[in-house]
């Protein structure tokens, strides 16, 4: 380790964060990104005595929201004051977080070595990527600018807030009636803009038509505002639809490529909706020592599900450090020359009267 330790105060964030060069070059594990996934990894794992470096390049997905809905007991806390107080608790149990972007691993004898942009190595006996996805939007003009705030795609993130108003939504796939149908239990106001989707089946006009859910035709060319936020869709025949959100529906990118050199690929998602990095319900990839959790396996995630799914990952991977660190300490005991059998008669008394403790049986 070199150098002392810089505590910066990170504006976004205002935690205590470690520069590359401070951190200690081999952990146990390695999280990558340090969203709400990874920092949920890296608090369970630090409480089980690991050490943890996590990396995180600063750009997690809900960002662009006033605030973080539906988690128990922080709902509506803005994003980045949940990862301010996650942060600390990391750092409180001795996690270490670098801000950095991930630009490979691959695999060294018994390590991982990960290289970062700003040229940090680190080594790794496990590694946890919690890269998240990236929401590939549709190209409307003046669409970005206000995704997260009046363009949405997720009616449990941001349903409530618009409730009873005006909403779109901009068809671009098949889910477009889908997300029309959930968006109305929220507001009686629905529109489904036709756009570049292609016609409704039978089915959902009829389904449409049902719940009071306008359609319209032709192709959404622009998007106007009022005070900064959205008020109507411009349509190619120059006619405008007052609304005040637009429900889209993203492409879901899952940002696998940081471990593509030890063979981990985001492929198709089967329900079409973007790619994913494929895991079991431990966030196992296959590739022996990866896990992943949070949105770059799971595309539907939240923010609680996220947390949950790197609490999970970091159990899993804890009992894999344990298995390993057993199996290094019986094929050292069994190596040892002056190795005796272990015999609980001829154990010493254990200090407090109670039973042998054969963690203490002989000299590894
Ligand atoms: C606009 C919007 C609003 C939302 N609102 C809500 C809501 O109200 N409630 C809710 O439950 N969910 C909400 N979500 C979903 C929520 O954003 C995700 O569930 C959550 O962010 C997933 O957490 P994560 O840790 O998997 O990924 P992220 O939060 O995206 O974190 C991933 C982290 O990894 C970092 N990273 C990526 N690549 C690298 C690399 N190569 N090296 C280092 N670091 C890297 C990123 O910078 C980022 O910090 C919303 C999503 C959007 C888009």
Known sequence: MTGGLHITADAATATATATAADAD??????????????????????????SVLVIDSGEPRNAPASGVHGYLSRDGLPPGELLRAGREEVTGYGGRIVTDLVTGARRDGERFVVDTAAGGRFTARRLLVTTGLVDRLPDVPGL???????????????????????????????????????FRQWSPDVTVFLHTAGDLTD???????????????????????????????????????????????????????????????????????????????????????????????????????????????????????????????????????????????AEPPPANGSSVNAGTASAP
């Open 203 to 345: 089915e959902q006009w009829e389904q449409l038509a049902a719940r009071g859910i306008a359609v319209v035709d032709g192709e959404v060319v622009g998007l106007d505002t009022d005070g900064g936020g959205l008020s109507g869709v411009r349509l190619a025949s120059g006619a405008r639809v007052p609304v005040r959100a637009l429900a889209v529906a993203p492409r879901f990118e899952a940002r696998g490529e940081v471990a593509a050199e030890l063979g981990l690929t985001s492929v198709d998602h089967p329900m079409g909706m973007g790619s994913h990095v494929e895991s079991d319900a431990s966030g196992f990839t296959g590739v022996a020592g990866v896990w992943v959790a949070g949105n770059v396996t799971d595309l539907m995630a939240g923010v609680a599900v996220s947390a949950a799914s790197g609490m999970q990952a970091a159990i899993a991977i804890n009992a894999d450090l344990m298995a390993a660190d057993t199996a290094e300490a019986v094929a050292r005991r069994a190596a040892a020359p002056a190795r005796v059998p272990f015999d609980p008669a």
């Open 25 to 50: 070059a081999d952990v146990d594990v390695v999280v990558v990104g340090g969203g709400a996934a990874g920092l949920s990894a890296a608090l369970t794992l630090t409480r089980a005595r690991r």
């Open 144 to 182: 970005r600018e206000l995704w997260g705030r009046d363009v949405l795609h997720c009616p449990y993130c941001h349903g409530w807030e618009v409730r009873d108003a005006p909403i779109g939504v901009l068809a671009t796939g098949p889910w477009a009636a889908h997300q029309a149908l959930l």
